[in-house]
């Protein structure tokens, strides 16, 4: 396909929707097909065979409100309907209005002005609710392969490298590092042989924003390594599917032939010099994968296990070859970039942390799902406002961020604003964006157990600091919870804190402690009140999570 | 993963002529899935990965035929097959219920959920005594929205609670042996 083709395959695309009465989307995310949107699908489809109204109708990324699906948007309005019935949802096509009653309809309705749609910023899921995944065609209605087909044609690689470096775009997967700085650390290689590389091992639990893009815009995951090897001079790319994620591996499967037979994938991409095709890897269920040495070793079909760096991948990395290794969002914030130029970029987010963040916010909360802000929105903002709180009127006590490598920030200091530099100052870390929030029932001290229990169980067991500190760290915190251990406890489990950040190998260990340091930061009488001779530890009542200990 | 093909594959009927046909059609697919990949080393997980959707699980043979063919030494197969959650070394009850626990389901009470499956069926990673179910934990299902989660044979089953599970539990127990004979057939 030529640049040319391209724009002709969009206009006619758009000639062919405006004739079309309405566009009923149906969110076909995992969390919604879960809750039986296929259902719903299929019934919206019938329905309008039955009519004469020009309706289309199409599965489509995750609409961001997952507690309350299935979800269908409604395109002439805007409206969203959530917690449909197949049979109530065939009311929304023009012409059968008559299958329920207005009431029930009304009840299902959702407003785009609520605070939920209305206080976010989307550039990352601006496709959901817009486009089918499953269709190229959407994609390229959506100015899709736009900024690809102007880097093959108009631009050198290196304008390509200033534009992502002007945008001021950091690294989504949870260590901020500048994207550009990267590109062009691979970028300056003189191997023939380049690899840019997807992590898409999203391991955190709490967190599935990755899936949700995979899921929800594959072509736009596609179109940003396109780019990546443009600017860097690579033509083969991998992505590194979690297990888990079986729907998400299917999309991109389907997305990848629809992009080669279209050959915007391929030896010539839109027809011009540059080469680039991308294949899937599939993880086997191994959190430290998600970390870069252990990923490439896990594509190279060995155990994940990391190694010592430098050599940085960049230098040397996949097969021994430079290899650039970025985030899901990462990628899927390149072609915005390039469309619409890096000032554009800069210009939304905090001075050090530019654009917007996707946070996958679940636990104790009213709206569980996902949510796009701007860098620097507070923590209050997203948890109390976008998403309504805790439930039930009961009390929130804190936010965990960065799942197993985060820590909790207490309700204190949820007016926090969110970019990478507030949220390390305040012990915890962005990591990939996973949000859980905990009411006054949950327990700090089980939380810290918890993720260390997590942290021992996917130890590679390569380095002895991780491997035994882990397991340590985790007997210290199970007897806490017991209410067996002494004050000189916590002064070992501070050291060993110290110990495993100070000489693991990798981030898994380097991060395991924060959970816990962080706990004992904002709520360590949790912990005093649990340790043996302790004046408070007697004639208290057991806390839940201890009965099932 | 997919485990809808899991669950056709998981348990091979005893031998008669139409499972016969079955097993070396896997074979053919397996041998397929090999020389896709030009018998190299590195795409030993994916092999792995064909291999358990079609056997179901991955027993000593099978992983000493994967190392033969992709011309790799059999302790480095067996260093992958363990050292990956997904590969599994033993083979499945007929059901698998696979408990999500992630923070959203942890905090949902997930371990309440565990803790049912343990006393009705088996303990975590074995399967009860009369074959019918495996129970499983899963570190994160990425579904948090649905959370407390089990995935009950590929289906998620939101929201649940432990009488919900109880009520499942009592329904697969009750089944006749139908399963195997619907895999069978496939």
Known sequence: MTPEELHQRRDKERAKRSTEEDHLLCCTAAGCLSCGSEDVLHSLRDAVKTTEANVRVSGTGCLGLCSKGPLVKRESDGAFFGGLSPESAAALVPGRADLVDRQTLAEHRIEPTTPFFALQQRIVLENAGRTDPERIEDYILADGYEALSKAVTEMTPEEVLSEVKKSGLRGRGGAGYPTALKWELVAKQAATTKYIVCNADEGDPGAFMDRSVLEGDPHRVLEGMALAGYAAGASQGYIYVRGEYALAVQRLEKAIRQAERERILGNRVLDSAFAFQVDIRVGAGAFVCGEETALLASIEGRRGEPRTRPPYPPERGLFGKPTLINNVETFANIPPIIRKGGDWFSSIGTERSKGTKVFAVAGKIVHTGLVEVPMGTSLRTIVQDICGGVPGGGKLKAVLTGGPSGGAIPESLLDLPVDYESLSKAGSMMGSGGLIVMDDETSMVDVARYFMEFCMDESCGKCIPCRAGTVQMHDILARISRREAEPSDLEMLAKLATLLKETSLCGLGQTAPNPVVSALRYFREEFDEKLVKHPLAENTSRTASERRE | ?186
């Open chain 2, 1 to 186: 993963m997919t485990p809808s093909t899991d669950s056709g594959s998981r348990k091979a009927a005893p031998a008669s002529p139409k499972s016969k046909a079955i097993r070396d059609n896997r074979e053919k697919m397996l041998e397929r899935s090999m020389s896709r990949h030009a018998y190299a080393g590195n795409a030993l997980i994916e092999v792995l990965h064909t291999a358990q959707e079609l056997f179901g699980f991955l027993s000593p043979a099978l992983l000493r035929r994967v190392a033969s063919k992709l011309h790799l030494p059999p302790s480095r197969v067996l260093a992958v097959a363990t050292f990956y959650n997904f590969f599994s070394l033993k083979p499945k009850g007929e059901h698998t219920a696979v408990v999500c626990l992630g923070t959203a389901c942890y905090v949902g009470g997930a371990v309440d959920l565990v803790q049912k499956l343990e006393h009705r069926c088996a303990k975590v990673g074995a399967t009860s005594p009369d074959g019918k179910v495996t129970v499983q934990v899963a570190r994160c299902i990425g579904s948090c929205g649905l959370a407390p989660a089990v995935i009950l044979d590929g289906q998620i089953l939101p929201r649940v609670t432990p009488d919900q599970l109880d009520a499942v539990i009592d329904r697969i127990l009750a089944s006749p042996e139908a399963a195997p004979a619907d895999s069978a057939s496939q």
